[in-house]
């Protein structure tokens, strides 16, 4: 049975920083595309970032590119997406999502795309 945890999230003044984890267990999570995504009140789930498994190609929405970094360490089965100069706009509920595959280089974009998600965690971004 997949499980996907986030944590890290809470509530952070305009111009801080906030760091979430998202531990995943029973997936061979060194196989697993990783993305995160969020969706706030009233607007339909977008991406925010996504990495290969490989860890070398990354995507970022416009919207966080310069702000916002995705990590990951598989052994400890955990992704990170560290998010500084966080905005208001970036208030939202946030959700790793995880998809195994054989290409080693590829990240998904599409929420579609992945198999596995957590349950989320909560950012509110106070101006």
């Known amino acids: 049975q997949v499980q996907m945890v986030e944590s890290g999230g809470g509530l952070v003044q305009a111009g801080g920083s906030l760091r979430l984890s998202c531990v995943s267990s029973?997936?061979?999570?060194?196989?697993?595309?990783m993305g995160w995504f969020r969706q706030a009140p009233g607007k339909e789930r977008e991406v925010v970032c996504a990495?290969?498994?490989?860890?070398?190609?990354?995507y970022y929405a416009d919207s966080v590119k310069g702000r916002f970094t995705i990590s990951r360490d598989n052994a400890k089965n955990t992704v990170y997406l560290q998010m500084n100069s966080l905005r208001p706009e970036d208030t939202a509920d946030y959700y790793c999502?995880?998809?195994?595959?054989?290409?080693?280089?590829?990240?998904?974009?599409?929420?579609?795309?992945?198999?596995?998600w957590g349950q989320g965690t909560q950012v509110t971004v106070s101006s």
């Open positions: 029973g997936l061979t999570f060194s196989r697993a595309a």
């Open positions: 999502a995880a998809r195994v595959t054989v290409r080693s280089n590829t990240y998904y974009r599409g929420q579609f795309e992945y198999d596995y």
């Open positions: 990495m290969s498994w490989s860890g070398s190609s990354t």
